[in-house]
Nanobody
Framework: QVQLVESGGGLVQAGGPLRLSCAAS????????MGWFRQALVKEREFVATISATVGRTNYADSVKARFTISRDNAKNTVYLQMNSLKPEDTAVYYC??????????????????WGQGTQVTVSS
């Protein structure tokens, strides 16, 4: 198991940037696939981005492609989500997730067994 703590959320104007960070405990962070998900009010939690353990292969939801970038620093046990050109519809609680089952990038919620507490991102119009 790994513990995850997100940070970097907040209020931002539409069109602006924001960077989320997720710090992970544990020495085996480098072998975990990592992902970001988000959940808006009265909506299901949805996939945003994922990155594989070693080669750093990424995958994105269509709604964030070309605007968001996921990256990881295995030396710092941290994964990032750089969000640019934010839109009001990006408003949600963003969750970091780690999979101790897979090292390849994963897009399904059920592939992740470790979750952070979430960080609120609010984009004003």
């Amino acid at each position: 198991q790994v513990q995850l703590v997100e940070s970097g959320g907040g209020l931002v104007q539409a069109g602006g940037p924001l960077r989320l960070s997720c710090a992970a405990s544990g020495r085996t962070f480098s072998v975990y696939a990592m992902g970001w998900f988000r959940q808006a009010l009265v909506k299901e939690r949805e996939f945003v981005a994922t990155i594989s353990a070693t080669v750093g292969r990424t995958n994105y939801a269509d709604s964030v492609k070309a605007r968001f970038t996921i990256s990881r620093d295995n030396a710092k046990n941290t994964v990032y989500l750089q969000m640019n050109s934010l839109k009001p519809e990006d408003t949600a609680v963003y969750y970091c997730a780690a999979s101790s089952w897979y090292s390849t990038s994963r897009t399904s919620r059920t592939d992740y067994n470790n979750w952070g507490q979430g960080t609120q991102v609010t984009v004003s119009s």
